[in-house]
């Protein structure tokens, strides 16, 4: 059984930063797409980046320059680094997998499994 659990959300004052974390088990970790996507309320939830089994990355434009995705292999969890943060950044983030090993991830229909999500609300 496939298991995403993130944490790391919370309250940022605008401008500061944020790390996620997102701890997978259940499936080959490295060798799935993985990513992160954002749902503010009311709104459909759109990716934020995704990193391919190989490290590939790829962001979303407004995310571009201020966030870097990552992840470590050895230990099943995929990261999402968030600076210069600002109040459209906030809403629920959700660990996400690709379908299959070979699956690509460049929106929510592309997803294999979610995780719970975890609330970041940016403010001043």
């Known amino acids: 059984q496939v298991q995403l659990v993130e944490s790391g959300g919370g309250w940022v004052q605008t401008g500061g930063s944020r790390i996620l974390s997102c701890v997978v088990s259940g499936i080959n970790f490295g060798s799935r797409t993985m990513g992160w996507f954002r749902q503010a309320p009311g709104n459909q939830r759109d990716l934020v980046a995704s990193?391919?089994?190989?490290?590939?990355?790829n962001y979303a434009d407004s995310m571009k320059g201020r966030s870097i995705i990552f992840k470590d292999n050895a230990e099943n969890t995929l990261y999402l680094q968030m600076k210069n943060l600002k109040p459209e950044d906030t809403g629920a983030y959700y660990c996400a997998t690709a379908q299959g090993l070979f699956g690509s991830l460049r929106s929510a229909a592309d997803v294999g499994s979610w995780g719970p999500g975890t609330q970041v609300t940016v403010s001043s």
């Open positions: 990193i391919s089994s190989g490290g590939l990355t």
